[in-house]
């Protein structure tokens, strides 16, 4: 049997994040325990109001789930567990529920939870995000990011195309992919892709709504660029509904629900030779480290969610530059940051 108990925290990155719904600097979050005799295995949940999901709901359902999740053994058990939890919503609570039970058992076996998978030690080079902020700003964040190779920039406002322009003069052997976040209509989105083009540009992400599917296919039909949905796939059940209107999928556990279900997502996609980035939320290095298990399996990576904190509450991933490499230490190989 293994004891559950949950802890909110907030996280805060080091400058404001803005995308083109919002610009926050602090994210509510929280820790999942299972506890089973010593060993404690540890997940994140990283609500996201975008898909209607509240951290104090969460951690509401969770305490009233408490005694099914304690009775259930492995984490083959919590998976089939939070599949049947997937009407309730909440892909956010079973990816930290999710990964707890991973961890836990890989703790239990001495095991890193990718070997338990079958995988190879994940060391995958990430980019880094530029959020959307005054011009300026976003140029020295840019500047400031010379460790990476990559970066994402957030697009989806007055003059955005105008600084992906200053941003390929000023660094011009960095690698540029770009996030609307939903936000341009058909016309404008067909404009701004031709000028991406010109630009060289890696991918983009979410062009338009999730809803405007054929939207999308339109918009596929005029550019060479890849166009990778992210709102518009959370698991493998959204795959038929976009069918082939992208050309890949941002799978990030948060919205997948977990371990298990981004692993059949990212499966589903390479059998219909769909490109996979493998992304994240603004996470501490716990929920990053669980995604981080499957970074082998991906096209593109962008595990950079705790490197945007301005103090990251646990520790365990091999950072060098923008090369992430997972823990050989049993389960997720995280554990809590030591003091500052």
Do not use: H
């Not at 338990?116 to 964040?141: F, K």
């Amino acid at each position: 049997m293994a004891y559950v108990s949950t802890r909110p925290y907030d996280l805060r990155t080091a400058a404001p994040f803005g995308i083109a719904r919002r610009t926050q600097g602090e994210f509510e979050r929280f820790v999942i325990e299972l506890r089973q005799g010593d060993l404690v295995g540890l997940g994140e949940g990283a609500p996201n109001a975008r898909y209607g999901e509240q951290r104090q709901r969460d951690l509401d359902l969770l305490a009233a789930l408490a005694p099914e999740i304690a009775d259930l053994e492995g984490p083959a058990a919590v998976e089939t567990f939070c599949q049947a939890l997937a009407a309730q919503g909440g892909p956010a609570l079973r990816a930290g529920l999710s990964a707890a039970a991973w961890d836990l058992a890989g703790r239990q076996a001495g095991e890193p939870v990718w070997r338990m998978l079958g995988l190879g030690r994940p060391s995958v080079r990430t980019s880094y995000t530029i959020a959307l902020g005054a011009p300026e700003d976003m140029l020295a964040q840019a500047r400031a990011a010379s460790a990476f190779g990559t970066l994402k920039v957030k697009l989806g406002f007055d003059g955005d195309l105008e600084v992906a322009r200053r941003l390929k003069l000023a660094l011009p052997e960095t690698i540029f992919r770009y996030d609307v976040n939903e936000w341009w209509d058909r016309e404008r989105a067909a404009t701004a892709l031709m000028v991406l083009e010109d630009l060289d540009a890696e991918l983009v992400e979410q062009p338009l709504p999730a809803a405007d599917v054929e939207g999308a296919a339109w918009l596929k039909e005029r550019t060479r660029l890849p166009l990778l949905a992210d709102e518009a796939v959370l698991t493998v059940d959204d795959l038929d509904a976009v069918g082939d209107a992208y050309d890949g999928v941002v799978v990030k556990l948060a919205k997948a629900g977990g371990v298990a279900s981004a692993f059949a997502l990212i499966s589903a996609c390479t059998e219909l030779s769909l490109r996979v980035l493998l992304g994240c939320m603004v996470e501490s290095s716990l929920g990053i480290a669980a995604g981080l298990q499957l970074a082998g399996l991906a096209d593109y990576v962008d595990l950079d969610g705790a490197l945007l904190l301005a103090q990251d509450p646990f520790e365990g991933i091999e950072v060098e530059g923008d090369l992430l490499t997972a823990s050989e230490e049993p389960g997720l190989g995280i554990r809590s940051a030591a003091p500052a």
